[in-house]
């Protein structure tokens, strides 16, 4: 069977792009922002403490992706979707001294967070939504007694989702 080159390179071309990805996606090193399953986020006690995990984490295998600071927060984001940051302790006060948060993807950040608010109010817990933590970040919180410690978050895809400015540290 004969197969035209200008035919066969491309498609070539296409079956090592899909089996680098594969390969990528099976070393838990996804290049593309797809699928976004939302994260996890634990917070380190300081700078120096953040640095530290984020160090420690890599030894294990888990490595930082990127870093997306906002002026409230450090953000070291590694390649599982785990996100290790530093909170402004303001920040930590206004989400109920909570130190863990279970982010979720919504188109409606705002609205997934009411919604979510009042799903748990009528199961009986508390149940506040905090919008303006991060200004320049479109991120939603709830704030409720169903867990210990954690809070929920909602934001946009990560496509999606405004750049944070340059850090100057």
């Known amino acids: 069977m004969f197969v035209p080159l200008w035919l066969g390179v491309p498609a070539l071309v296409i079956a ?16 593309l922002p797809f699928p976004d399953v939302g994260s996890r986020i634990y917070s380190a006690t300081s700078p120096v403490a953040k640095a530290a995990i984020v160090e420690l984490l890599a030894q294990h295998g888990v ?4 870093q997306a600071n906002s002026s409230n927060v450090l953000r070291s984001i590694m ?43 009528t199961r009986g817990f508390s149940a506040e939504v905090v919008l303006d933590v991060e ?13 210990a410690g954690t809070v929920l978050n909602f934001r946009k895809h990560m496509t999606r989702m405004p750049r944070p400015p340059k850090s100057t540290a």
């Open 79 to 121: 390649w599982d979707g785990t996100i290790i940051n530093y909170p402004d302790p303001a920040v930590v006060r206004r989400l109920g001294s909570a130190t863990a948060s279970i982010g979720l993807v919504a188109d409606d950040p705002a609205a997934a967070a009411h919604a979510a608010a009042a799903f748990l109010t």
């Open 16 to 31: 090592l792009l899909v089996i680098t990805w594969l390969t990528l996606i099976l070393a838990g090193r996804n290049p």
């Open 135 to 147: 200004p320049e970040i479109p991120i939603a919180f709830v704030v409720s007694n169903v867990f």
């Open 63 to 66: 490595r930082e992706r990127f």
